[in-house]
């Protein structure tokens, strides 16, 4: 079946350290992307990659890297200069540009920070 | 930028009742509108898709309008049922060839028996 796998699912961290969240897509999406989601918060866009090889900032990429080394996965790398990194990471992906655009969304990856 | 906003946060309503779920948007320069439901810890569905030049989209009991001159969005939902509890969140993307969508704050629906 054609989807998104988003790992771990529970992630605990001390501060101080990076950690990578991991996305892969088996649906030959063009588009993938990362949101970040807190409580009584919309999802905010962390970043954005719309070709292999290219990727945008959102709104709050301050702290965040990401790679698009390959079309099917978008790592994630919540780095030690992230404030506040304890939130649900949520991966989603789309066809690119101009069409229909319907969003599929992985399951999420819930980081805590000791 | 686009804001949107869902209102009430959160709604309940006995089962069986027909419900409307709300979202409103700041800029009506939208490309498409999308609803989706969120179960408690888990990603998101996507539900229903409406372009800018359609008035409304239908799925099952799930019926979404949109209003682009007054910024609105409505998800009617027929004859609720307990397993329709969830949070819903709607979505605008204003840029048709750029991949942005701009998300609610969702409501949440408890549906009881």
């Known amino acids: 079946d054609g989807g998104i796998t988003q790992s771990p699912k529970y992630l605990f961290r001390k501060e101080g350290q990076n950690v990578t969240l991991s996305c892969e897509q088996n649906l030959n999406h063009d588009a993938m992307y990362w949101y970040r989601q807190d409580p009584g918060q919309g999802l905010r866009l962390i970043y954005y990659s719309q070709i292999v090889n290219d990727f945008q900032k959102g709104d709050i990429a301050e702290g965040y890297s990401v790679s698009r080394e390959k079309k099917e996965s978008f790592p994630l790398t919540v780095t030690s200069a992230q404030k506040n990194p304890t939130a649900f990471y949520l991966c989603?992906?789309?066809?690119?540009?101009?069409?229909?655009?319907?969003?599929?969304f992985g399951a999420g990856s819930r980081l805590t920070v000791l | 930028k686009q804001e949107v906003t869902q209102i009430p946060a959160a709604l309940s309503v006995p089962e069986g009742e027909n419900l409307v779920l709300n979202c409103s948007f700041t800029?009506?320069?939208?490309?498409?509108l999308q609803w989706f439901r969120q179960d408690p810890g888990k990603g998101l569905t996507s539900l229903l898709l409406?372009?800018?030049?359609?008035r409304e989209q239908t799925s099952g009991r799930l019926n979404a309008s949109l209003d682009k001159s007054s910024g609105r969005s409505t998800l009617y939902i027929a004859a609720s049922q307990p397993g329709d509890s969830a949070t819903y969140l709607c979505?605008?993307?204003?840029?048709?060839?750029?991949?942005?969508?701009?998300f609610g704050t969702g409501t949440s629906l408890t549906v009881i028996p």
């Open positions: 409406i372009q800018s030049s359609q």
């Open positions: 979505a605008v993307k204003v840029n048709p060839s750029l991949d942005q969508f701009y």
């Open positions: 989603a992906s789309s066809m690119a540009g101009v069409g229909a655009n319907v969003l599929t």
């Open positions: 800029d009506s320069a939208i490309y498409n």
